[in-house]
């Protein structure tokens, strides 16, 4: 790896854990931070913004990004297809610039092999109980798609260990300071 190349930070959680508002205010203060956009076949939400919150592709489009080896790791969660395309990553890191992607855990699990330089960021909610009330609040799936997610989420927390950091979602504003701290370290360099 040369000198300038960025870093990597993968942050994965439990749907409705509150990655998405970390993510967008960790953004908003550091606008120098690339924050990679996924692509997917799951359907957007309301307000969603097709090439600004998600690609939004056809199970045949995402099928042939992967055949093309244009993803830097993909999954299947509840349901749909998830990727982070590969290109817009690369060029960014060989810009020295530092990357984050907000993923699942298989996703994380493949960028760790890849990237040995990566470094993992899990963030856990308060209590089960708690992310189970969060994601019935957000009122935007179905409860099949929520069963799913509950699901999926079980399996994931179990899995934090795997990951190098480990964050509890119960303060905002805290979890946020502690993102800035591993990111960054001391002192902002990129
Ligand atoms: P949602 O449908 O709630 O936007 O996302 C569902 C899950 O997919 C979340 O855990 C989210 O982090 C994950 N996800 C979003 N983009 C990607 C991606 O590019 N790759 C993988 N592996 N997971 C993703």
């Given at each position: 790896?040369?000198?300038?190349?960025?870093k990597?930070?993968?942050?994965?959680?439990?749907?409705?854990?509150?990655?998405?508002?970390?993510?967008?205010?960790?953004?908003?203060?550091?606008?120098?931070?690339?924050?990679?956009?996924?692509?997917?076949?799951?359907?957007?939400?309301?307000?969603?913004?097709?090439?600004?919150?998600?690609?939004?592709?056809?199970?045949?489009?995402?099928?042939?990004?992967?055949?093309?080896?244009?993803?830097?790791?993909?999954?299947?969660?509840?349901?749909?297809?998830?990727?982070?395309?590969?290109?817009?990553?690369?060029?960014?890191?060989?810009?020295g610039?530092t990357?984050?992607?907000?993923?699942?855990?298989?996703?994380?699990?493949?960028?760790?092999?890849?990237?040995?330089?990566?470094?993992?960021?899990?963030?856990?909610?308060?209590?089960?109980?708690?992310?189970?009330?969060?994601?019935?609040?957000?009122?935007?799936?179905?409860?099949?798609?929520?069963?799913?997610?509950?699901?999926?989420?079980?399996?994931?927390?179990?899995?934090?260990?795997?990951?190098?950091?480990?964050?509890?979602?119960?303060?905002?504003?805290?979890?946020?300071?502690?993102?800035?701290?591993?990111?960054f370290g001391?002192q902002e360099v990129n």
């Amino acid at each position: 790896m040369s000198k300038n190349q960025g870093k990597l930070f993968v942050i994965t959680g439990p749907s409705g854990v509150g990655k998405g508002t970390l993510v967008r205010s960790l953004l908003s203060a550091h606008s120098q931070l690339f924050v990679s956009i996924s692509a997917t076949t799951r359907q957007p939400r309301t307000g969603e913004v097709d090439g600004k919150d998600y690609y939004f592709l056809t199970t045949a489009q995402f099928e042939s990004m992967i055949e093309e080896e244009n993803l830097l790791e993909w999954a299947q969660y509840a349901g749909n297809y998830y990727g982070t395309p590969k290109q817009a990553v690369l060029e960014q890191i060989n810009q020295g610039k530092t990357v984050i992607l907000e993923i699942e855990l298989l996703g994380a699990r493949q960028v760790k092999e890849n990237f040995a330089q990566s470094q993992l960021i899990f963030i856990l909610p308060p209590s089960e109980e708690e992310l189970e009330r969060r994601l019935r609040g957000r009122g935007n799936d179905a409860e099949e798609a929520i069963k799913k997610r509950l699901a999926r989420a079980k399996e994931e927390i179990a899995a934090q260990d795997e990951f190098d950091y480990k964050i509890v979602n119960d303060q905002l504003e805290s979890a946020i300071a502690q993102l800035e701290d591993i990111i960054f370290g001391k002192q902002e360099v990129n």
